[in-house]
């Protein structure tokens, strides 16, 4: 029974996604197969239902190409200004996105979501403006036609022959809450279109009019019809999902992609999106790294990088596994991650190589087992890659002429040798030769070879000074020592390829480890920060900055020196920007390229905490897509460690807190307790006195007087005691040393507790050459009073107390010991606590903080006080004042 | 604002009408009144001041022979206050202070203050301050009396001689420079740097362990318990007193 019931979890995450949509605005989408079939139309007349409903409706953008029917749809509906840009000396309009978060209605209307937004916008393209929108809870109605659409871009392309260069992420459509297809037959929009109501740009005319073919029509409308449909069929799924309908539920089928370095490669991934979409399966696309990778030029790295960005925006998962077996690689990774189906594309190779190198096709598919293996067509890929073409490498003159150098000197040491040597040995030297050609790359090692055969031919193969050849069996040779020759370079250069390759990798990993162990080893922030900003700078060669986001949400510059660069409000606009969407942005990137410098988030578990700024060397910028992932991962790296901090001092807070907290709990008992003992005693008595005054005789009298005089004392004496905690406890008290006779302050605190003493006796030892002792003597004496009150109050009456002191091991040892009850076990340390009281304490009042002041003083003195059974009974308290130097000499005027 | 009254309400009028007058300038009004009646009941006219400027005001007006000045007051530093009586007359003043501004006391004392008591106080303690400082005024307007007694100890101003009971003390030219000194101000507070400077003059004032020195060989010779001095009183963080009762 239990699959009738969702799966809890995938509910949960249902609801956390329904309620991220309700959090963020709902896009509606105007779904049309090509201009002209009234998208725009639809979207005003739904606006203005909305608008008469009483929705706050405003039009953000709309063309109508001065169509009169649907401009008669504008009036009455709130229409922002367009944003003015000047390009290249002409005007452009455009959509205001600023105006529109400013303006905040609940619903905005953004016409044509593929639009390309002119340079100097914050945005490269429109969609990113109405995902802002959508961030910031405005709901959005824009339009879209089905030739925009990533995922569909090819096909479209190859079937009206018309590429089109702005494309939209499928996932605009698939997080869009609705999706409207606005549909009109094939023939009915030709007629639309004679009749000059579609919007035909002037320069593009021909193209254009070839795209608005009958058959073109048909294949969009049918494409547009069939992406609606789909969506549909995923709505209805998560409804069953949502509702537990029980129904067929499709196997769970995960689809791995492979992509090499191909042109084709985008292609293949827009095939596989589709595939993947169709079959509701996760996917995941991956570039194997093999030796040669990085022995390939840089343009086709970077198409890797593109491509595997291309599918993360179709919402793949992208990984690159390394190894030296292609095929063995995929079907590993394949098993590991349980795939059902391996896509790659057609490979494009003549049927030698493939006879030669042997084929990745070929090879996964004998070894698949029961994984199907799905080859889609490695066609040519629209003309806006074939304009992307290689640049030629240049080449290396130096490297052939070495190997030509090489090839002479071979030459010159076999003259040398042919005297005492058989020709046939001779070849070995220019197999030598070619050998150490191979270090200067294919092209001159492939020379040398050749050169070498022609060498010996010329020089050594009789007739000599001929490349004629008397004895045919030299053409074997010749032909051995040129494929060992070629053989040898290519599996030279080969080798060094790899190593190559493996040092940059090794070099890009060194660099981040190096990077995390020192962050790992930073303790506070600001040391963390220069680390980090430091290996930014060194590994990317550019100038960094580090923002961090203070509690107000303002930025603020906490490492690095770009303090010329980003002090620019709009430099800090686009860095506030980065801040506030987590993405990256700035120069060299999608987002506001005009930007003197790249900011890269720093995100971490709980959002992004800062920015990291980059201003590469002038002139150049962070191009490579590589290298920006690999920005990418260090912000990460520092982004994490920034939290670490953040965590530790977080739970310092938290500790120190809990501590607050337990304190004053401790200190409200105290008080609540301790002072209104005595409040009473003096209220009652007062009011006594006041009241019964003529009734009370004058023994009475006196004593009810007494009664709030020695109340009042106590009640000094607490508050005084709570006071001088608060000034320990928040390092308010400063200690003033100076050099004292001990006997002095023994006798000022003796004076101050004289009352409380009454007719106790005070035993004092204090030997007379005692030294002068440095001291805070109002300190100290304190120290002495709350010794002495505490003897008081847990001793009878008559109990004597001893004061003495000695001196021991570079200090002053005074001990203040009572006859009294001494300590329960256990005690001795406890009762220097915070608002800690005896056991036998009863209902003395005092706050217990008498002794935990005195460990203050001792300690701020650098001495240690220590409780401890006095021998024959009692409590004996003992602390020492170190005699840090030695005391002044004071020559008496004795003789 | 000020307000004077000779003699509080039903207190009994068998003191004389025309004792001295004190001028007390304290801004809390639950100290003036136990203050009043404490004063009163001791003969003393009483004037109150609740801030600094009316009580230099009432100084100037109603010619005071002794201040009590707390030194927080509301609108006036208490320190300020003395300079500016200072400038024009010596009556007595004593300081009223707070426990644990020592510092606050010291400045207080060594800007012309004659003493001070430190709240909470009892009243008998300010009484028997303010005696004293009026005593002091008066001797010095008067040729002072060349010896001196307390308990056991006689001291001889004319002829440089100490004698405690009836055996002699000897003490060094500096012992007996400082005892006479605390002698001459006896039942007064004196600073360290006032001691000091008078003992040992105006180079050795920050040599206060000097004076600790001295002071600890004068207790062992004069007092029966020098770690509880019965004549020579510590003021912890201010400086030292004879005990003249």
Same mark, same amino acid.
């Given at each position: 029974?239990?699959?009738?019931?969702?799966?809890?979890?995938?509910?949960?995450?249902?609801?956390?996604?329904?309620?991220?949509?309700?959090?963020?605005?709902?896009?509606?989408?105007?779904?049309?197969?090509?201009?002209?079939?009234?998208?725009?139309?639809?979207?005003?007349?739904?606006?203005?239902?909305?608008?008469?409903?009483?929705?706050?409706?405003?039009?953000?953008?709309?063309?109508?190409?001065?169509?009169?029917?649907?401009?008669?749809?504008?009036?009455?509906?709130?229409?922002?200004?367009?944003?003015?840009?000047?390009?290249?000396?002409?005007?452009?309009?455009?959509?205001?996105?600023?105006?529109?978060?400013?303006?905040?209605?609940?619903?905005?209307?953004?016409?044509?979501?593929?639009?390309?937004?002119?340079?100097?916008?914050?945005?490269?393209?429109?969609?990113?403006?109405?995902?802002? =929108?959508?961030?910031?809870?405005?709901?959005?109605?824009?339009?879209?036609?089905?030739?925009? @659409?990533?995922?569909?871009?090819?096909?479209?392309?190859?079937?009206?022959?018309?590429?089109?260069?702005?494309?939209?992420?499928?996932? &605009?459509?698939?997080?869009?809450?609705?999706?409207?297809?606005?549909?009109?037959?094939?023939?009915?929009?030709?007629?639309?279109?004679?009749?000059?109501?579609?919007?035909?740009?002037?320069?593009?005319?021909?193209?254009?009019?070839?795209?608005?073919?009958?058959?073109?029509?048909?294949? =969009?409308?049918?494409?547009?019809?069939?992406?609606?449909?789909?969506?549909?069929?995923?709505?209805?799924?998560?409804?069953?999902?949502?509702?537990?309908?029980?129904?067929?539920?499709?196997?769970?089928?995960?689809? @791995?992609?492979?992509?090499? +370095?191909?042109?084709?490669?985008?292609?293949?991934?827009?095939?596989?999106?589709?595939?993947?979409?169709?079959?509701?399966?996760?996917?995941?696309?991956?570039?194997?790294?093999?030796?040669?990778?990085?022995?390939?030029?840089?343009?086709?790295?970077?198409? &890797?990088?593109?491509?595997?960005?291309?599918?993360?925006?179709?919402?793949?998962?992208?990984?690159?596994?390394?190894?030296?077996?292609?095929?063995?690689?995929?079907?590993?990774?394949?098993?590991?991650?349980?795939?059902?189906? %391996?896509?790659?594309?057609?490979?494009?190779?003549?049927?030698?190589?493939?006879?030669?190198?042997?084929?990745?096709?070929?090879?996964?598919?004998?070894?698949?087992?029961?994984?199907?293996?799905?080859?889609?067509?490695?066609?040519?890929?629209?003309?806006?890659? *074939?304009?992307?073409?290689?640049?030629?490498?240049?080449?290396?003159?130096?490297?052939?002429?070495?190997?030509?150098?090489?090839?002479?000197?071979?030459?010159?040491?076999?003259?040398?040798?042919?005297?005492?040597?058989?020709?046939?040995?001779? &070849?070995?030297?220019?197999?030598?030769?070619?050998?150490?050609?191979?270090?200067?790359?294919?092209?001159?090692?492939?020379?040398?070879?050749?050169?070498?055969?022609?060498?010996?031919?010329?020089?050594?193969?009789?007739?000599?000074?001929?490349?004629?050849?008397?004895?045919?069996?030299?053409?074997?040779?010749?032909?051995?020592?040129?494929?060992?020759?070629?053989?040898?370079?290519?599996?030279?250069?080969?080798?060094?390829?790899? *190593?190559?390759?493996?040092?940059?990798?090794?070099?890009?990993?060194?660099?981040?480890?190096?990077?995390?162990?020192?962050?790992?080893?930073?303790?506070?922030?600001?040391?963390?920060?220069?680390? *980090?900003?430091?290996?930014?700078?060194?590994?990317?060669?550019?100038?960094?900055?580090?923002?961090?986001?203070?509690?107000?949400?303002?930025?603020?510059?906490?490492?690095?020196?770009?303090?010329?660069?980003?002090?620019?409000?709009?430099?800090?606009?686009?860095?506030?920007?980065?801040?506030?969407?987590?993405?990256?942005?700035?120069?060299?990137?999608?987002?506001?390229?005009?930007?003197?410098?790249?900011?890269?988030?720093?995100?971490?578990?709980?959002?992004?905490?800062? %920015?990291?700024?980059?201003?590469?060397?002038?002139?150049?910028?962070?191009?490579?897509?590589?290298?920006?992932?690999?920005?990418?991962?260090?912000?990460?790296?520092?982004?994490?460690? &920034?939290?670490?901090?953040?965590?530790?001092?977080?739970?310092?807070?938290?500790?120190?807190?809990?501590?607050?907290?337990?304190?004053?709990?401790?200190?409200?008992?105290?008080?609540?307790?301790?002072?209104?003992?005595?409040?009473?005693?003096?209220?009652?008595?007062?009011?006594?006195?006041?009241?019964?005054?003529?009734?009370?005789?004058?023994?009475?009298?006196?004593?009810? *007087?007494?009664?709030?005089?020695?109340?009042?004392?106590? =009640?000094?004496?607490?508050? $005084?005691?709570?006071?001088?905690?608060?000034?320990?406890?928040?390092?308010?008290?400063?200690?003033?040393?100076?050099? $004292?006779? =001990?006997?002095?302050?023994?006798?000022?605190?003796?004076?101050?507790?004289?009352?409380?003493?009454?007719?106790?006796?005070?035993?004092?030892?204090?030997?007379?050459?005692?030294?002068?002792?440095?001291?805070?003597?109002?300190?100290?004496?304190?120290?002495?009073?709350?010794?002495?009150?505490?003897?008081?109050?847990?001793? +009878?009456?008559?109990?004597?107390?001893?004061?003495?002191?000695?001196?021991?091991?570079?200090?002053?040892?005074?001990?203040?010991?009572?006859?009294?009850?001494?300590?329960a076990p256990g005690e001795e340390t406890q009762i220097f606590e915070k608002f800690y009281r005896g056991q036998e304490a009863g209902t003395r009042t005092g706050a217990g903080l008498g002794l935990a002041i005195a460990r203050g003083i001792v300690e701020a003195h650098g001495g240690r006080i220590i409780a401890e059974p006095r021998p024959g009974g009692g409590a004996l308290f003992r602390f020492t004042l170190p005699l840090a130097a030695e005391p002044p000499e004071v020559r008496t005027d004795d003789g | 604002m000020a307000e004077t009254r000779t003699g509080g309400e039903g207190e009994p009028t068998r003191l004389p009408a025309n004792g001295p007058v004190v001028l007390v300038i304290e801004d809390e009004a639950p100290i003036r009144r136990f203050l009043r009646p404490s004063l009163t009941s001791q003969g003393y006219r009483v004037v109150e001041s609740e801030t600094g400027e009316d009580g230099l005001l009432q100084a100037t007006s109603r010619q005071p022979e002794l201040v009590i000045l707390d030194l927080g007051l509301p609108d006036l530093d208490g320190l300020e206050v003395i300079r500016r009586l200072r400038e024009w007359t010596r009556i007595p003043i004593i300081v009223l202070s707070a426990r644990g501004a020592e510092s606050d006391k010291v400045a207080a004392l060594d800007a012309g203050a004659d003493d001070y008591v430190a709240k909470p106080f009892a009243v008998g303690e300010l009484l028997a301050r303010a005696r004293v400082a009026l005593?002091?005024?008066?001797?010095?307007?008067?040729?002072?009396?060349?010896?001196?007694?307390?308990?056991?100890?006689?001291?001889?101003?004319?002829?440089?001689?100490?004698?405690?009971?009836?055996?002699?003390?000897?003490?060094?030219?500096?012992?007996?420079?400082?005892?006479?000194?605390?002698?001459?101000?006896?039942?007064?507070?004196?600073?360290?740097?006032?001691?000091?400077?008078?003992?040992?003059?105006?180079?050795?004032?920050?040599?206060?362990?000097?004076?600790?020195?001295?002071?600890?060989?004068?207790?062992?010779?004069?007092?029966?318990?020098?770690?509880?001095?019965?004549?020579?009183?510590?003021?912890?963080?201010?400086?030292?007193?004879?005990?003249?009762?």
């Amino acid at each position: 029974m239990e699959h009738d019931r969702p799966d809890p979890d995938a509910l949960l995450a249902r609801v956390r996604e329904e309620q991220a949509r309700q959090q963020r605005g709902k896009l509606k989408v105007f779904f049309g197969a090509a201009a002209g079939v009234g998208k725009t139309y639809a979207m005003l007349e739904a606006a203005r239902s909305q608008h008469e409903a009483g929705v706050d409706v405003v039009i953000g953008w709309v063309d109508t190409h001065g169509r009169a029917e649907t401009e008669a749809l504008l009036p009455g509906l709130e229409q922002l200004p367009p944003r003015m840009v000047e390009y290249r000396g002409t005007t452009l309009r455009e959509f205001d996105l600023d105006a529109a978060l400013a303006r905040r209605p609940a619903l905005i209307l953004v016409d044509e979501l593929a639009h390309t937004n002119a340079p100097g916008s914050r945005h490269a393209k429109r969609w990113q403006d109405v995902a802002e =929108l959508l961030d910031a809870a405005i709901d959005v109605y824009t339009t879209l036609n089905v030739q925009h @659409l990533e995922s569909l871009n090819d096909v479209v392309a190859r079937v009206t022959e018309v590429p089109t260069r702005e494309t939209v992420p499928d996932s &605009i459509l698939e997080e869009a809450a609705e999706v409207e297809l606005v549909d009109l037959p094939p023939d009915d929009l030709i007629r639309r279109l004679r009749e000059g109501k579609v919007y035909v740009p002037e320069q593009a005319g021909e193209a254009v009019r070839r795209f608005f073919r009958k058959g073109n029509l048909i294949a =969009l409308r049918e494409l547009a019809l069939r992406t609606t449909a789909a969506r549909v069929d995923a709505q209805m799924e998560v409804y069953r999902r949502d509702h537990a309908v029980p129904g067929i539920w499709p196997v769970a089928e995960r689809i @791995l992609v492979c992509v090499s +370095p191909s042109p084709f490669a985008a292609r293949v991934v827009r095939g596989a999106r589709r595939m993947a979409a169709g079959l509701r399966a996760e996917w995941v696309v991956v570039n194997v790294e093999i030796p040669a990778t990085a022995r390939l030029p840089a343009a086709d790295r970077d198409r &890797i990088v593109q491509t595997l960005r291309l599918a993360e925006q179709l919402g793949a998962e992208t990984a690159t596994l390394t190894g030296h077996d292609v095929a063995g690689e995929v079907l590993a990774y394949a098993r590991r991650r349980n795939v059902t189906r %391996i896509v790659l594309g057609k490979p494009a190779r003549p049927r030698w190589r493939e006879a030669l190198f042997g084929s990745v096709v070929n090879d996964l598919v004998r070894r698949s087992g029961d994984i199907d293996v799905y080859v889609i067509t490695g066609e040519r890929e629209g003309p806006q890659l *074939a304009a992307t073409a290689r640049p030629a490498p240049p080449v290396d003159w130096a490297g052939y002429a070495k190997a030509a150098g090489a090839v002479a000197a071979c030459t010159g040491v076999s003259a040398l040798m042919l005297p005492h040597f058989a020709p046939a040995n001779l &070849i070995m030297v220019y197999l030598l030769g070619t050998v150490a050609a191979a270090r200067l790359g294919r092209g001159p090692s492939i020379l040398a070879s050749v050169l070498s055969v022609a060498a010996f031919d010329f020089f050594f193969v009789p007739p000599i000074f001929t490349f004629a050849v008397s004895d045919t069996q030299y053409v074997v040779t010749f032909a051995v020592m040129l494929v060992v020759a070629i053989v040898i370079s290519t599996l030279t250069t080969r080798v060094r390829a790899q *190593a190559e390759a493996s040092r940059q990798r090794e070099r890009r990993t060194a660099a981040l480890y190096a990077m995390t162990r020192d962050l790992v080893s930073q303790q506070g922030l600001d040391e963390l920060l220069q680390a *980090a900003t430091r290996h930014v700078a060194e590994v990317f060669g550019s100038r960094v900055a580090v923002f961090l986001a203070d509690p107000d949400g303002n930025l603020v510059r906490r490492a690095g020196d770009l303090a010329a660069e980003t002090n620019d409000p709009s430099e800090l606009g686009v860095a506030r920007w980065v801040l506030e969407h987590g993405q990256l942005a700035g120069r060299g990137s999608a987002t506001l390229p005009g930007a003197r410098a790249l900011y890269v988030p720093l995100s971490a578990a709980r959002g992004t905490v800062g %920015i990291l700024a980059v201003v590469p060397p002038s002139g150049e910028s962070l191009g490579t897509p590589e290298q920006v992932h690999l920005l990418e991962t260090f912000a990460a790296q520092t982004a994490l460690a &920034i939290e670490r901090v953040a965590l530790v001092d977080e739970a310092q807070q938290a500790r120190f807190r809990s501590e607050t907290e337990r304190l004053r709990s401790s200190l409200l008992s105290a008080v609540s307790h301790d002072l209104r003992t005595p409040l009473a005693t003096i209220t009652g008595s007062a009011s006594a006195l006041v009241e019964g005054d003529a009734a009370l005789d004058e023994a009475t009298r006196r004593e009810l *007087a007494q009664a709030i005089q020695d109340e009042a004392d106590r =009640l000094n004496r607490l508050v $005084h005691n709570l006071l001088e905690m608060t000034r320990l406890e928040s390092g308010g008290i400063r200690v003033h040393k100076d050099w $004292h006779p =001990l006997e002095e302050v023994v006798g000022s605190a003796l004076a101050r507790v004289e009352k409380q003493l009454g007719q106790r006796r005070v035993d004092i030892d204090l030997p007379p050459d005692l030294p002068l002792v440095p001291l805070d003597p109002l300190l100290v004496e304190q120290v002495l009073i709350n010794l002495l009150d505490n003897a008081i109050k847990y001793t +009878p009456e008559t109990s004597p107390i001893e004061i003495s002191a000695s001196v021991e091991d570079h200090a002053v040892s005074v001990r203040v010991a009572d006859r009294g009850p001494g300590f329960a076990p256990g005690e001795e340390t406890q009762i220097f606590e915070k608002f800690y009281r005896g056991q036998e304490a009863g209902t003395r009042t005092g706050a217990g903080l008498g002794l935990a002041i005195a460990r203050g003083i001792v300690e701020a003195h650098g001495g240690r006080i220590i409780a401890e059974p006095r021998p024959g009974g009692g409590a004996l308290f003992r602390f020492t004042l170190p005699l840090a130097a030695e005391p002044p000499e004071v020559r008496t005027d004795d003789g | 604002m000020a307000e004077t009254r000779t003699g509080g309400e039903g207190e009994p009028t068998r003191l004389p009408a025309n004792g001295p007058v004190v001028l007390v300038i304290e801004d809390e009004a639950p100290i003036r009144r136990f203050l009043r009646p404490s004063l009163t009941s001791q003969g003393y006219r009483v004037v109150e001041s609740e801030t600094g400027e009316d009580g230099l005001l009432q100084a100037t007006s109603r010619q005071p022979e002794l201040v009590i000045l707390d030194l927080g007051l509301p609108d006036l530093d208490g320190l300020e206050v003395i300079r500016r009586l200072r400038e024009w007359t010596r009556i007595p003043i004593i300081v009223l202070s707070a426990r644990g501004a020592e510092s606050d006391k010291v400045a207080a004392l060594d800007a012309g203050a004659d003493d001070y008591v430190a709240k909470p106080f009892a009243v008998g303690e300010l009484l028997a301050r303010a005696r004293v400082a009026l005593r002091h005024a008066t001797l010095g307007r008067e040729p002072g009396e060349s010896t001196f007694a307390v308990a056991e100890l006689r001291v001889d101003l004319a002829r440089r001689r100490v004698w405690l009971g009836e055996s002699e003390v000897r003490l060094t030219p500096i012992e007996y420079r400082l005892l006479a000194t605390l002698v001459r101000h006896a039942g007064k507070v004196l600073t360290h740097r006032q001691l000091l400077q008078e003992v040992w003059g105006p180079a050795q004032v920050e040599q206060s362990h000097y004076l600790r020195v001295y002071m600890a060989n004068l207790r062992r010779k004069l007092e029966t318990d020098p770690a509880r001095p019965r004549l020579l009183r510590t003021e912890p963080g201010v400086g030292y007193r004879l005990l003249t009762d």
